[in-house]
């Protein structure tokens, strides 16, 4: 038996690359973005009572990690790369039907548009279906999950005395929280769990239209170098 799904709408995101985005929603309160609803849901019936709830759960393609192949085991990035897990034990993006889903915090409700702030996802996510965060419903006390019981440890972020007034006049330009979103994001340590940093190696990502740098002084801290617009 086969379905068809057809996107209800496209995720103008913070986020440009894969890489540094968290690994899961509200973990970055500064990541902002704009869910655009396609035809029909782009008139504004489809969104009437958006505006009493606070949080929406998103259910998404992770369409830059569709495969043929399904997988059963995945190497979750949580578990440092190496050790392996069943797929349905894990949040991994590769997955049968490559569906994903975010709880996310909705901070405006237009016709045809819904502004989003706490995402994971990547610019241009299709989104198939939205439904309401139910606080009764969704959030059950004693729960428990042995591999992933708590948020990451954030690690330190440093600025170099350059950058910080950079980030700051591109969130200025943008009317993004920038240095919020880059301090959130570059907390969560993005670099894959196997990967000992050479202080002297440069990484890099595309956040809006601009470039963040940075280098590892120590394994555990990082050093923001520069923040420059990209086009
Ligand atoms: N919260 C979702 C879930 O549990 O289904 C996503 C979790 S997944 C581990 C989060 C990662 O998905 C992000 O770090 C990002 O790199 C990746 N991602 C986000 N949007 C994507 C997309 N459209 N296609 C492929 N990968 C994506």
Redesign the pocket.
């Known amino acids: 038996m086969q379905h068809t799904v057809t996107p209800v709408g496209i ?1 103008r ?1 913070c ?1 440009k690359e ?8 509200q973990l970055a309160p500064a990541a902002r973005g704009v869910l655009e609803l396609l035809p029909p849901f782009d008139q504004g019936d489809a969104v009437e009572g958006l505006e009493q709830i606070s949080h929406v759960w998103l259910l ?7 495969e043929d192949k399904p997988r059963l085991k995945v190497r ?2 949580r578990l440092g790369g190496n050790k392996s897990m069943g797929v349905f034990a ?4 590769h ?1 049968p039907n ?6 996310v915090r909705l901070e405006g409700v237009e016709p045809g548009r819904l502004l989003l702030s706490g995402i ?3 610019d ?3 989104v198939i279906d939205i439904k309401p965060y139910v606080p009764y419903a969704d959030s059950i006390s004693g729960a428990s999950n042995l591999m992933a019981s708590a948020a990451p440890q954030a690690i330190a972020v440093q600025w170099s005395d350059g950058a910080l007034p950079q980030a700051k006049a591109h969130a200025l330009r943008l009317g993004e929280p920038l240095v919020e979103l880059i301090e959130q994001c570059l907390a969560q340590d993005p670099r894959p769990a196997y990967q000992v940093p050479a202080p002297e190696r440069v990484y890099g990502v595309k956040f809006w239209d601009v470039q963040v740098r940075w280098q590892y002084p120590q394994a555990d801290v990082i050093r923001v170098l520069e923040v420059v617009r990209e086009t």
């Open positions: 995720v995101s986020f894969k890489f540094a985005i968290p690994r899961q929603p998404f393609l992770f369409h830059q990690a569709l979750p990035p894990t949040r991994a993006t997955r490559g569906i994903g889903q975010s709880v994971d996802l990547l241009g996510t299709p």
